[in-house]
């Protein structure tokens, strides 16, 4: 059975910097489009940070584009989101997903900001940014 099982939330200052993982198991993700998401009280799940099979192609949400870099290592069916600079705006239950569809040679990754495009989801990781 697959599973997605993400850690590395906490509590960080503002201007602080956290390191989330996800590890995979129940089989082979190395052709899997993965991504992060994150979804903060009161407001729907948003799209975060997603990454290629072979990881070499990764696409940003605006909002987090050149503070965070997602990452995966296949060797041990796991991906990361690397985050600093982080802000108020970024507490949120943060989540994994991997997504059994595959984009074209040369697609953009825009249409893996829908969460619809997932198959499989983590519980949850919080990261909470307070002073």
């Known amino acids: 059975q697959v599973q997605l099982v993400e850690s590395g939330g906490g509590l960080v200052q503002p201007g602080g910097s956290l390191r989330l993982s996800c590890g995979a198991s129940?089989?082979?993700?190395?052709?899997?489009?993965m991504a992060w998401f994150r979804q903060a009280p009161g407001k729907e799940r948003e799209f975060v940070a997603a990454i290629t099979g072979r990881g070499m192609r990764q696409y940003y949400a605006g909002a987090v584009q050149g503070r965070f870099t997602v990452s995966r290592d296949h060797a041990k069916n796991m991906m990361f989101l690397q985050m600093y600079s982080l802000n108020l705006e970024d507490t949120a239950i943060y989540y994994c997903?991997?997504?059994?569809?595959?984009?074209?040679?040369?697609?953009?990754?825009?249409?893996?900001?829908?969460?619809?495009?997932?198959?499989?989801w983590g519980q949850g990781t919080q990261v909470t940014v307070s002073s």
């Open positions: 997903a991997a997504s059994i569809t595959r984009p074209t040679a040369g697609e953009s990754l825009q249409r893996f900001k829908n969460p619809s495009e997932f198959n499989y």
């Open positions: 129940g089989g082979s993700f190395s052709g899997y489009v």
